[in-house]
């Protein structure tokens, strides 16, 4: 028997099954904080539990390191942020993490002279009148010419977790670097495991036993970037399973867990009809067992056999629903494999408008990959499988 065609069915709903009450329902931070209308996101809370740090967007647009302190045990205080010239300048700085003794300040920022290139890492050293002294470069052991992001310093100081696109994935997967008694960062290293997937893995927080992380990421949601966690053993990270309590139809911008590992905050657009309008949260951790292996998207395996196949046609099914807007904008089809390493196909274009479009195969040998359709708002993924 030969097949001639393909005809893939991507369902947009996700069956989740998790830990009953993991996490509370999320509330929004309560007292003068709630008065500023400006976006708010990747927030970091320091070890007493009395300052948040977060990236606040201003009215011109760019986006600057804010702090919030406890007014009471409910109510936080009127953003902050820290003076134009040091660490906030005329370029954006964001995903602050505020490290051990609120002596260090680390964060990201595009384009500082003295970078290496694109988004770098930087740090800011507390002086003694309580200012921060002027930024300096994580280095070249955790900065390249691509893109880091999402950084977070262990709550001992010792770990640098954050996320980096140099690895030839072509997203951004987490690395860890760990300090030199010498004197600086040391190499970095993905994190091993099976935490890290083909699509962006960013913004990281982990309790200060370092046992298990939340990140945010897009993977088989059919929403926006979601809360997912992931757990250590004997050296490996497991599979980063979604974390329903938390997640929204919204974007979900960066958390941060107290040292205990039983408060989260949060950047969220649960409530804003806008998926880019993130506000900060505050979550409680229920019951300390782990969310359960979420089930995969409702859309089956696909064979393709025997190969070659020329001229497959895939085919979309919108489930009936009406098509958003952003359905019109063309879509980049990628395919991966197993490892997450982009083939050799090439980079197609279609229009979701047509709900079909063609590709061969016939380069690809036996085994399992993945489809990957981005149009810059919501990826789709489907996976397959090559028999000869």
């Known amino acids: 028997m030969r097949y001639t065609s393909l005809t893939m069915w991507i369902a947009v709903t996700v069956v989740i099954h998790s830990a009953r009450g993991q996490w509370s329902e999320p509330v ?7 008065g500023d ?26 986006e600057d390191i804010c702090y919030s302190y406890r007014l009471t045990d409910s109510t936080w205080s009127a953003p902050i942020c820290l003076p134009q010239g040091t660490i906030n300048s005329s370029l954006a700085e964001v995903s602050p993490c505020i490290g051990p003794g609120d002596s260090l300040l680390y964060f990201v920022a595009w ?66 670097s760990v300090w030199q008694d010498s004197g600086g960062w040391g190499p970095a290293v993905r994190l091993p495991g099976q935490v890290n997937w083909f699509t962006d893995d960013q913004n ?19 929403s926006d970037m979601d809360f997912y966690y992931s757990s250590i053993d004997n050296g490996n990270w497991s599979e980063a399973m979604r974390i329903p309590e938390l997640s929204t139809n919204g974007r979900e911008a960066g958390a941060s867990l107290t040292p205990d590992g039983l408060t989260v905050y949060l950047a969220s657009a649960r ?13 409680y951790r229920q019951n300390p067992v782990a969310p359960q292996r979420p089930t995969r998207p409702r859309m089956g395996q696909i064979r393709i056999y025997p190969n070659p196949v020329n001229g497959s ?67 789709l993924s489907a996976p397959f499988v090559i028999l000869k």
């Open 111 to 176: 384009g500082r002279p003295g970078g290496y290139g694109s988004w770098d890492i930087w740090f800011s050293r507390r002086l003694p009148d309580g200012r921060w002294g002027p930024p300096e470069n994580a280095g070249p052991n955790v900065n390249t010419a691509a893109m880091e992001w999402g950084v977070f310093l262990s709550r001992d100081g010792r770990s640098l977790y954050f996320s980096s696109d140099h690895y030839p994935s072509d997203f951004l997967d987490i690395y860890k």
């Open 313 to 379: 046609i895939i085919t979309f099914d919108f489930n009936g629903q009406p098509r958003d807007p952003f359905w019109s904008h063309p879509f980049f089809v990628y395919v991966y494999d197993v490892l997450g390493r982009r083939t050799n196909l090439g980079v197609k274009t279609f229009h979701a408008t047509n709900t079909s479009f063609q590709i061969s195969f016939s380069a690809l040998p036996t085994g399992k990959y993945w489809l990957w359709l981005d149009n810059g708002y919501e990826p």
């Open 271 to 283: 409530v804003d009809s806008l998926p880019y309008s993130p506000h900060l949260y505050v979550s």
């Open 204 to 222: 990281v927080t982990l309790p200060a036993d370092e046992s298990f992380l939340i990140l945010t990421s897009l993977r088989y949601s059919p």
């Open 28 to 34: 929004p931070l309560a007292g003068p904080i709630t």
């Open 37 to 62: 209308p400006s976006l708010m996101k990747w927030p970091s809370i320091n070890a007493t539990d009395d300052t948040l740090y977060y990236a606040k967007t201003s009215g011109g647009g760019n």
